[in-house]
């Protein structure tokens, strides 16, 4: 009598016998691999708006430089506003590392459209004397006109910020119009574009300090001092301008890095992000049961095939890999209809925020390893629990 040989199913056979059985219910299919691909959809979306907006981000801080600080009052002993001597920005100028120096001072002004608006209905538009150098100190670029020039300093000449001009209604169209500043008029010569490292100036107007002093008899106290430092020494610049902006009280001076505001507001996203990403967690998990369900209702209608096969010398370890390569060629055909779908949303949002495209490899691989995972665990229970079939009570049950 011969012996029956054993028969090794092999990959190609695994999956034409997975194919098979998915299309032999496409709507079912369907649906459970779009439970998914929307879990991983939702989270390779998430984790690649979140890398273009840090790539952004890292752009913004490579173009204008992390090596920028600022030098501002503090309070005294007393708990009084503190004040910067005027000799503060020449003397920070004189530290080796230090590359430029310019300087802010709010004045007591404020600006309108016109001289009939009240005074209550300004909108906070601040105004500011400023050194001719601000522009190149914070790496500010000129939206319409010009900055002011040594010329133009010493007359009511106003520069506007960004938010202010907006505030005003005064475009590139309108260079050249004269501004209310509460108490004389003052010629629009420019408008800048936003500054990132310095965003609390986009509402502001600025003219130069003569002018201040000239027209408008005010010595304005200094509000901020700009410094750049050289790359390889902000730190030691850092630790040095409190004394030298103010020798004899230098604990009443504060130096920041704008730049590391950014990149606290960076994490703070990131911390969001991990949220987001938990949701699409608990959505794959949904997608997960939705496998599970499916493969088992798939072994409950076909037990009369599970039968058949058994009787044709099928062993229950083939019908264990059947199952479970359906199982995970559902899962994977729903994670990379998500990896699709997840990189075209992060494409077209970053696209539309002029954003560079950041997808991380690690994300994609994670998706579709997840996939597998999900797969594997969701068709393990169904695939043993058809293994356990015996071919008479299959058949008999069919």
């Known amino acids: 009598m011969t012996a029956l040989r054993t028969v090794r199913l092999g990959f190609p056979d695994l999956l034409r016998l997975a194919s098979h059985g998915l299309r032999a219910h496409p709507l079912r299919v369907v649906l459970s691999a779009l439970g998914i691909a929307i879990g991983i959809g939702a989270m390779l979306a998430v984790v690649g708006i979140s890398a273009s907006s840090r790539a952004e981000l890292n752009r913004q801080l490579d173009a204008l430089g992390t090596n920028l600080l600022t030098v501002q009052p503090g309070t005294s002993f007393m708990g009084e506003a503190a004040t910067l001597p005027d000799e503060a920005p020449a003397m920070i100028a004189r530290l080796?590392?230090?590359?430029?120096?310019?300087?802010?001072?709010?004045?007591?002004?404020?600006?309108?459209?016109?001289?009939?608006?009240?005074?209550?209905?300004?909108?906070?538009?601040?105004?500011?004397?400023?050194?001719?150098?601000?522009?190149?100190?914070?790496?500010?670029?000129?939206?319409?006109?010009?900055?002011?020039?040594?010329?133009?300093?010493?007359?009511?000449?106003?520069?506007?910020?960004?938010?202010?001009?907006?505030?005003?209604?005064?475009?590139?169209?309108?260079?050249?119009?004269?501004?209310?500043?509460?108490?004389?008029?003052?010629?629009?010569?420019?408008?800048?574009?936003?500054?990132?490292?310095?965003?609390?100036?986009?509402?502001?107007?600025?003219?130069?300090?003569?002018?201040?002093?000239?027209?408008?008899?005010?010595?304005?106290?200094?509000?901020?001092?700009?410094?750049?430092?050289?790359?390889?020494?902000?730190?030691?610049?850092?630790?040095?301008?409190?004394?030298?902006?103010?020798p004899a009280n230098s604990n009443e001076v504060q130096v920041s890095r704008p730049s590391d505001m950014l990149a606290a507001r960076a994490a703070a996203d990131l911390a969001f992000t991990g949220l987001l990403v938990g949701l699409g967690a608990v959505a794959l998990l949904v997608g997960g049961i939705g496998v599970v369900n499916t493969m088992v209702i798939s072994v409950l209608e076909r037990r009369a095939e599970i039968g058949l096969r058994r009787s044709q010398g099928a062993t229950r370890a083939h019908i264990r890999m059947q199952f479970l390569s359906e199982a995970l060629l559902l899962s994977t055909l729903g994670g990379g209809a998500g990896v699709v779908i997840g990189a075209l949303v992060t494409a077209a949002y970053a696209a539309v925020q002029d954003w560079p495209l950041a997808l991380p490899l690690w994300a994609v691989a994670g998706g579709l390893l997840a996939t597998l995972v999900i797969g594997g665990l969701g068709g393990l229970y169904p695939a043993m629990r058809a293994a356990r079939l015996a071919p008479t009570e299959a058949l008999t049950s069919a």
Do not use: C
Not at 134 to 140: D, E, F, I, N, R
Not at 145 to 155: K, N, Q
Not at 185 to 212: E, N
């Open 96 to 246: 080796p590392a230090v590359r430029a120096v310019s300087s802010v001072g709010m004045l007591d002004l404020k600006a309108y459209q016109h001289d009939h608006i009240p005074a209550i209905q300004t909108g906070g538009i601040a105004v500011f004397a400023t050194t001719i150098d601000l522009p190149a100190t914070l790496g500010a670029v000129i939206a319409a006109g010009s900055w002011l020039d040594t010329a133009r300093a010493e007359y009511p000449a106003v520069v506007l910020g960004s938010r202010a001009a907006a505030r005003l209604g005064i475009g590139a169209r309108h260079i050249g119009l004269q501004i209310w500043l509460g108490e004389r008029w003052a010629t629009v010569t420019g408008i800048l574009q936003p500054i990132t490292l310095a965003s609390s100036l986009d509402l502001g107007v600025f003219m130069g300090w003569p002018a201040a002093a000239r027209y408008f008899d005010i010595d304005a106290d200094i509000t901020t001092i700009f410094v750049r430092a050289a790359p390889a020494e902000v730190e030691n610049v850092a630790a040095l301008l409190g004394k030298t902006a103010n």
